[in-house]
């Protein structure tokens, strides 16, 4: 009777709460479109009119370019027990936030924008693959 | 026999009506101005330049230099947000869908190649169990 008394507050003011949430972010590619892009044959033109707009281009071994299409879909659970205090958001964390929750796949083409690799997973490992690299952010940039 | 009073069904429906009717939201964040296919569709590759893009559009968002290329990318981001707690549950989902187009232009801001999604509109406000978008 004690610890129920001790307990229903807590339940009673929100702080222990279960919780199922869904985040769903993008649409999915259709399933079988990256079959059939032939290495070395596919062009840009070909994929971007197949694929649609990427999420995300960078710089690919100079005069080439990865495109990256990415989507995600997280389904949880969870008792949370939470005492709100204060909510701040920072910009500069948006991007690896969002690109870190995502799936997808990375195309690669070469220089004459010819599809040289297809790559399939989390977009965050896919983007460390390729090798590159973000400007820092400016509040983390350090001065000469 | 005991009589029920006509008042506690209305009661009990306040109560309810109390509980529930601050337990629920919606809400709706957009990123960014619409984009139409009309406007996509009157850039041409071998004949549009960056310049007449940027006049139609306005400044992109995102340029990435390619080598000698560059790419342009505008998007119109919605997120859809519904949320339902009951004082011990609560049930939470986010839909997120956008408009995005990536225009490439070549070494002489000539454009090339042309990529667009319009998905935008179809973001929905929905419960997590919820079956949306065919999944």
Known sequence: MRALAILAPLFLSGCITFVWSRERRFEPLAMGALEGLEVGRTTLSECLLRLGAPLYVWEYKGDGAALAWGWSDDDEKRVAVSIPLEERFSASLSYDSEIAKL???????????????VREGWLRDLERGIGRRRPAAAETAQGP | MPKTSPILPLHLGLLLLALLAPA????RTTVNEPIWR????????GRTTAKEVVARLGAPNEVVQLGSRTAYRYDFTVLKRAGFSLILVSFLNEDTRADRVWLFFDAKDVLTHAGATLQAADA???????????R
């Open chain 2, 124 to 134: 929905r406000y929905a419960m997590p169990w919820a079956h949306i978008h065919g």
């Open chain 2, 24 to 27: 629920c939201f919606i809400s």
């Open chain 1, 103 to 117: 799936r997808g796949a990375v195309l690669l083409f070469d220089r004459d924008l010819k599809l040289e690799q």
């Open chain 2, 38 to 45: 009309a406007d996509v569709d009157q850039f041409v590759p």
